[in-house]
């Protein structure tokens, strides 16, 4: 079992920025793909980025390129995903979650945190 637990989501004004954290906690051995996602109102859920932590590679959606961050600090067992240059239309509820693989599905998610951009 994996936990996964979601921060720094909150109020921002357009243009600002945004560090989100997932900090991973249990039986992780397996699990080292770490993904951002998000679900905005009356949306469907949409991937992000996500990283694998044994190599370090990153993917990311082309609409979040230059301007999401995802990083890993294995030593804190803490998933970061910078946001910058936020736009109202990035208002969601941020998920992370944890898988074997990138490009496989996830196994285990957390419960979110709410990103608000002000125009």
């Known amino acids: 079992e994996v936990q996964l637990v979601e921060s720094g989501g909150g109020l921002v004004q357009a243009g600002g920025s945004l560090r989100l954290s997932c900090v991973v906690s249990?039986?992780?051995?397996?699990?080292?793909?770490i993904g951002w996602f998000r679900r905005a109102p009356g949306k469907e859920r949409e991937a992000l980025s996500c990283i694998s932590r044994n190599d370090g590679s990153t993917h990311y959606a082309d609409f979040v390129k230059g301007r999401f961050t995802i990083s890993s600090d294995n030593a804190k067992n803490t998933v970061y995903l910078q946001m910058n240059a936020l736009k109202p239309e990035d208002t969601a509820v941020y998920y992370c979650s944890a898988g074997t693989m990138c490009l496989y599905g996830p196994d285990y998610w957390g419960k979110g945190t709410l990103v608000t951009v002000s125009s």
């Open positions: 249990g039986s992780t051995f397996d699990e080292n793909a």
